[in-house]
């Protein structure tokens, strides 16, 4: 495990976020749990997969390594990205969908659920260093 850590973390974390998040999904939405399952929503499963490759570069290689300093420059844009254009995004969609139900066209709805509040950022950002700190113990 210790070889291949670097490249199985993103993959082991994806799966924690998606599977929490569907636990959540189905705790507060039972009937859509698996219709939500995607993009929003907590924890926010971008910012887990960087942030747990991130800190668990910090672990291990120190929090002077320059390659630390970029995986934080690349996590900052992931939550900027999450908390502002993927939510503006779902904001869009949503006006989008206003507009074809309003002319009961053909088309499909679109997602809505694009981005993400701060809290669901923060979860992926407590769940990615819980992650990495368990994989740098092993």
């Known amino acids: 495990m210790m070889v291949y850590k670097y490249a199985l973390t993103p993959m082991i974390a994806w799966f924690a976020a998606g599977t929490l998040k569907f636990i959540v999904n189905f705790i507060r939405f039972p009937s859509q749990a698996v219709n939500l399952i ?9 910012t887990t997969v960087i942030s747990s490759t991130v800190f668990l570069v910090g672990f291990t290689e120190g929090m002077s390594a320059p390659v630390f300093g970029l995986g934080v420059a690349v996590l900052m844009i992931t939550i900027i990205d999450a908390l502002g254009i993927r939510r503006a995004v779902g904001k869009q969609a ?10 009961n066209t053909a088309e499909s709805l679109l997602r809505e659920r694009q981005g993400h509040d701060p809290l669901e950022v923060l979860g992926g950002l407590v769940l990615g260093f819980i992650l990495a700190y368990i994989l740098y113990q092993i």
Do not use: V
């Not at 995607?38 to 971008?46: A, D, I």
């Open 94 to 103: 949503s006006a989008i969908n206003r507009h074809i139900l309003l002319g």
């Open 38 to 46: 995607g993009n929003g929503g907590f924890p926010s499963t971008h």
